[in-house]
């Protein structure tokens, strides 16, 4: 199906099963553990092994030598796959730091070997008898000694003459923020069992995205994609670590290749920070001008960050601020550093979650400097129907002052002192903070095959994935709808390489694409089906498990058994809009003016993301990007050792995130603004909006308590409470 042209008035507009809140088909699985995860798929393939993973010692070097004898000798080993003793494995478009063989080391954990052995306790056991020497080389860990000469990324984002707009203008804010590098921290590790029968390779595993790493496995093995199949059914969070191909899906592949057997490997939590990717620390410069009525004038936004040295992109904090306000002179700028740190990439939204913890504050703080309360610094600024400098690209839906203006009555912001460290509760500060979000809303194009027994029921194929978003219930309510079942006569099968390769999970495109994919091949099914029994497909109204074509009623079985597919193509003509997400978000807090400690009291964030397919999950979906932005905000920090290279704390017991005692209220409100530009079903991706600006608002409202600005995140007590107002 080619959608090449906004949507008109279609089913879902008078929708009886889509965006209506519904349980997730697939809850009873998971909380009874009938869903099971990688690792715990003991039934898939008999006799299978353990794999235990070895990391490197240093962050760069070469290893000298490795003396796996003792490992080998060991109780209930198998194999050892030593990395020097075999060729490196290729790369892929995918992956940046190599992920086996040889015996260069690029980064602190690579994986140097592997231990295979008929128990997990053997394998960990026998893995601590291998000794390794080393011969360290020097590296570069520190991104702030490099900031001065990381290389700018790409061409900056110009407009006017951002210099003499901001050196004239009468209010101007010139700040610099740091955002720490933050590791996914899944309940699930990244865990694969693989297995060979002759040349073709099954990986029962957890990842996101099943096509772009069938892909990559075979560029990296040197195989035909035609022989690998990967089955990931339900992961335990992924939040972009498990988009790629990483060591355990390698590792179970050749250690089952060596040993023929099937193996299974889980990667340490330890490993975890250190050996797949993460969120690159950033440092921001932000500079605003406006003048006294509040209208920006100059918008300046750097940001420097850093990558492998082999291949990759920063972390992009810019990302956001092209589209978010008006303003006529800019300068837009990324600056990549090469570290010898372990590889960045996709985490819990790309660039606009810490590009959000400066503009916004940014905005805060311009907003003082003026007097103007905050919320209508951000409505003078607000662009026209175009984007700012792009009169030929339109917004194709934007209520972010609506979002603005719902949130502030229903959170209570006019109760707001906005003069800071005056409003008090016993011993603790009050404040509140606000902040504005967008992000992105790609689409990409996404396929299904659905299946119609005769009996009626409805089979939906798909290798989209369900990483807890509720993919299963989504794409069950579109099904339903399009094909006028009831929910319960609906069946999903995902994460199977074998089914039709969607637009998998990542990237806030997931929801919005794979439904309209499975849209897309109900429509041909619905047409096949009228091919059969004389009616036009298109025209027939489906509903109650009947089809009404002219005069004529029939049961949807009534053409028997048959299956159709198809794919969403998204047309060219998206190119014309600015198709995004945007949400206002609100936070209380309360430090204690004894201890500097900040409990958040409540939370709100208004959503503007199109059509909301589930309520439910959706609102799931956005407290949880919330509670990750109280993390980002207030704990969350992989801590490098600029000596030696690494991230020191690789572990839950010292990366701290945020815990259900630490957002005690949280509310969300979505606006159901159906937006015609994305797909048919006119809806958008939404989890990873409740992660832009949240942080912001925290940031902000600990100001408005306190009085006091902290630009380097995150807002540990440490960093303010020396500053503290006086008790008396």
Same mark, same amino acid.
């Given at each position: 199906?080619?959608?090449?042209?906004?949507?008109?008035?279609?089913?879902?507009?008078?929708? !009886?099963?889509?965006?209506?809140?519904?349980?997730?088909?697939?809850?009873?699985?998971?909380?009874?553990?009938?869903?099971?995860?990688? @690792?715990?798929?003991?039934?898939?393939?008999?006799?299978?092994?353990?794999?235990? =993973?070895?990391?490197?010692?240093?962050?760069?070097?070469?290893?000298?030598?490795?003396?796996?004898?003792?490992?080998?000798?060991?109780?209930? *080993?198998?194999?050892?796959?030593?990395?020097?003793?075999?060729?490196?494995?290729?790369?892929?478009?995918?992956? @940046?730091?190599?992920?086996?063989?040889?015996?260069?080391?690029?980064?602190?954990?690579?994986?140097?070997?592997?231990?295979?052995?008929?128990?997990?306790?053997?394998?960990?056991?026998?893995?601590?008898?291998?000794?390794?020497?080393?011969?360290?080389?020097?590296?570069?860990?520190?991104?702030?000694?490099?900031?001065?000469?990381?290389?700018?990324?790409?061409?900056?984002?110009?407009?006017?003459?951002?210099?003499?707009?901001?050196?004239?203008?009468?209010?101007?804010?010139?700040?610099? @923020?740091?955002?720490?590098?933050?590791?996914?921290?899944?309940?699930?590790?990244?865990?694969?069992?693989?297995?060979?029968?002759?040349?073709?390779? %099954?990986?029962?595993?957890?990842?996101?995205?099943?096509?772009?790493?069938?892909?990559?496995?075979?560029?990296?093995?040197? #195989?035909?994609?035609?022989?690998?199949?990967?089955?990931?059914?339900?992961?335990?969070?992924?939040?972009?670590?498990?988009?790629?191909?990483?060591?355990?899906?390698?590792?179970?592949?050749?250690?089952?290749?060596?040993?023929?057997?099937?193996?299974?490997?889980?990667?340490?939590?330890?490993?975890?920070?250190?050996?797949?990717?993460?969120?690159?620390?950033?440092?921001?410069?932000?500079?605003?001008?406006?003048?006294?009525?509040?209208?920006?004038?100059?918008?300046?936004?750097?940001?420097?960050?850093?990558?492998?040295?082999?291949?990759?992109?920063?972390?992009?904090?810019?990302?956001?601020?092209?589209?978010?306000?008006?303003?006529?002179?800019?300068?837009?700028?990324?600056?990549?550093?090469?570290?010898?740190?372990?590889?960045?990439?996709?985490?819990?939204?790309?660039?606009?979650?810490?590009?959000?913890?400066?503009?916004?504050?940014?905005?805060?703080?311009?907003?003082?400097?003026?007097?103007?309360?905050?919320?209508?610094?951000?409505?003078?600024?607000?662009?026209?129907?175009?984007?700012?400098?792009?009169?030929?690209?339109?917004?194709?839906?934007?209520?972010?002052?609506?979002?603005?203006?719902?949130?502030?009555?229903?959170?209570?912001?006019?109760?707001?002192?906005?003069?800071?460290?005056?409003?008090?509760?016993?011993?603790?500060?009050?404040?509140?903070?606000?902040?504005?979000?967008?992000?992105?809303?790609?689409?990409?194009?996404?396929?299904?095959?659905?299946? #119609?027994?005769?009996?009626?029921?409805?089979?939906?194929?798909?290798?989209?994935?369900?990483?807890?978003?509720?993919?299963?219930?989504?794409?069950?309510?579109?099904?339903?709808?399009?094909?006028?079942?009831?929910?319960?006569?609906?069946?999903?099968?995902?994460?199977?390489?074998? @089914?039709?390769?969607?637009?998998?999970?990542?990237?806030?495109?997931?929801?919005?694409?794979?439904?309209?994919?499975?849209?897309?091949?109900?429509?041909?099914? !619905?047409?096949?089906?009228?091919?059969?029994?004389?009616?036009?497909?298109?025209?027939?109204?489906?509903?109650?498990?009947?089809?009404?074509?002219?005069?004529?009623?029939?049961? #949807?079985?009534?053409?028997?058994?048959?299956?159709?597919?198809?794919?969403?193509?998204?047309?060219?003509?998206?190119?014309?809009?600015?198709?995004?997400?945007?949400?206002?978000?609100?936070?209380?807090?309360? *430090?204690?003016?004894? %201890?500097?400690?900040?409990?958040?009291?409540?939370?709100?964030?208004?959503?503007?993301?199109?059509? =909301?397919?589930?309520?439910?999950?959706?609102?799931?979906?956005?407290?949880?990007?919330?509670?990750?932005?109280?993390?980002?905000?207030?704990?969350?920090?992989?801590?490098?050792?600029? !000596?030696?290279?690494?991230?020191?704390?690789?572990?839950?017991?010292?990366?701290?995130?945020?815990?259900?005692?630490?957002?005690?209220?949280?509310?969300?409100?979505?606006?159901?603004?159906?937006?015609?530009?994305?797909?048919?079903?006119?809806?958008?991706? *939404?989890?990873?909006?409740?992660?832009?600006?949240?942080?912001?608002?925290?940031?902000?409202?600990?100001?408005?308590?306190?009085?006091? !600005?902290?630009?380097?995140?995150?807002?540990?007590?440490?960093?303010?409470?020396?500053?503290?107002?006086? #008790? *008396?």
């Amino acid at each position: 199906m080619k959608f090449d042209a906004p949507a008109g008035k279609n089913l879902f507009d008078n929708a !009886r099963i889509v965006g209506k809140s519904t349980r997730r088909i697939d809850g009873p699985l998971k909380v009874t553990g009938a869903a099971p995860y990688a @690792y715990e798929r003991h039934d898939v393939i008999p006799n299978q092994a353990y794999g235990w =993973i070895v990391g490197a010692g240093i962050a760069k070097g070469r290893i000298t030598a490795m003396d796996t004898s003792d490992a080998e000798a060991a109780p209930g *080993v198998i194999a050892v796959l030593a990395a020097p003793k075999m060729q490196p494995v290729g790369s892929s478009p995918f992956n @940046y730091a190599p992920l086996f063989g040889g015996s260069d080391v690029t980064h602190y954990h690579q994986a140097i070997a592997c231990v295979v052995a008929e128990t997990y306790e053997e394998a960990r056991a026998a893995a601590a008898l291998i000794r390794t020497r080393y011969d360290r080389g020097e590296g570069t860990f520190d991104l702030k000694a490099k900031k001065s000469t990381a290389p700018m990324s790409g061409e900056p984002k110009t407009r006017g003459d951002f210099d003499a707009a901001f050196a004239s203008a009468p209010v101007t804010v010139d700040e610099t @923020y740091s955002t720490p590098g933050e590791s996914h921290m899944s309940m699930e590790p990244h865990a694969t069992i693989a297995s060979w029968q002759g040349d073709q390779l %099954t990986l029962w595993t957890s990842n996101q995205m099943i096509a772009w790493s069938k892909d990559a496995l075979a560029a990296i093995l040197g #195989l035909d994609a035609a022989n690998i199949r990967l089955d990931s059914p339900y992961l335990g969070g992924g939040f972009g670590g498990k988009l790629w191909v990483r060591a355990d899906a390698v590792l179970a592949a050749l250690a089952s290749k060596e040993t023929g057997r099937a193996v299974k490997i889980v990667m340490q939590r330890p490993l975890i920070a250190n050996n797949t990717t993460h969120r690159q620390a950033t440092i921001q410069r932000v500079r605003l001008g406006a003048e006294k009525s509040g209208k920006i004038t100059a918008l300046g936004h750097e940001n420097w960050s850093y990558n492998v040295p082999s291949a990759g992109d920063g972390e992009t904090a810019t990302a956001q601020t092209p589209v978010l306000y008006a303003g006529d002179n800019r300068y837009v700028a990324e600056y990549c550093a090469r570290l010898d740190l372990p590889e960045g990439n996709a985490m819990r939204a790309p660039g606009e979650a810490p590009g959000h913890l400066a503009l916004e504050v940014a905005m805060d703080e311009l907003a003082e400097k003026l007097g103007m309360d905050p919320i209508a610094l951000r409505e003078v600024n607000e662009p026209g129907k175009t984007v700012p400098g792009q009169p030929d690209k339109q917004f194709s839906e934007r209520n972010l002052v609506r979002c603005m203006k719902e949130g502030a009555e229903l959170f209570g912001w006019s109760k707001r002192n906005a003069k800071p460290g005056l409003v008090r509760d016993g011993r603790y500060l009050v404040g509140m903070g606000m902040a504005a979000g967008f992000r992105g809303s790609p689409t990409m194009k996404s396929a299904a095959r659905v299946k #119609l027994a005769a009996n009626g029921h409805v089979t939906v194929e798909t290798d989209m994935t369900d990483i807890g978003t509720g993919s299963y219930t989504i794409i069950a309510q579109t099904a339903a709808e399009t094909m006028g079942v009831p929910l319960d006569h609906v069946t999903v099968e995902l994460g199977d390489s074998a @089914y039709p390769a969607s637009a998998g999970s990542g990237g806030q495109w997931g929801a919005a694409s794979s439904t309209a994919g499975v849209y897309a091949a109900c429509v041909a099914l !619905r047409r096949k089906i009228g091919e059969a029994l004389g009616f036009d497909g298109d025209a027939a109204t489906f509903a109650d498990g009947k089809i009404v074509a002219g005069d004529k009623t029939h049961a #949807l079985g009534d053409a028997g058994a048959m299956s159709a597919e198809d794919a969403i193509e998204f047309g060219k003509f998206q190119r014309d809009y600015n198709i995004g997400t945007y949400a206002a978000h609100f936070c209380e807090v309360a *430090v204690d003016a004894y %201890t500097g400690e900040t409990h958040i009291r409540r939370m709100l964030s208004v959503c503007d993301a199109g059509r =909301i397919l589930n309520p439910l999950s959706a609102r799931s979906q956005v407290i949880g990007a919330m509670t990750m932005s109280v993390g980002m905000a207030l704990s969350e920090e992989l801590a490098v050792d600029p !000596r030696f290279g690494f991230f020191v704390n690789h572990d839950l017991a010292g990366y701290e995130v945020a815990v259900h005692a630490d957002v005690p209220h949280q509310d969300v409100v979505f606006l159901d603004t159906p937006d015609p530009a994305i797909s048919p079903i006119k809806a958008k991706g *939404v989890g990873e909006l409740g992660i832009c600006g949240p942080g912001a608002a925290i940031a902000n409202a600990i100001y408005n308590a306190t009085g006091i !600005r902290v630009r380097d995140y995150p807002l540990t007590l440490d960093k303010y409470l020396d500053r503290l107002p006086a #008790l *008396v």
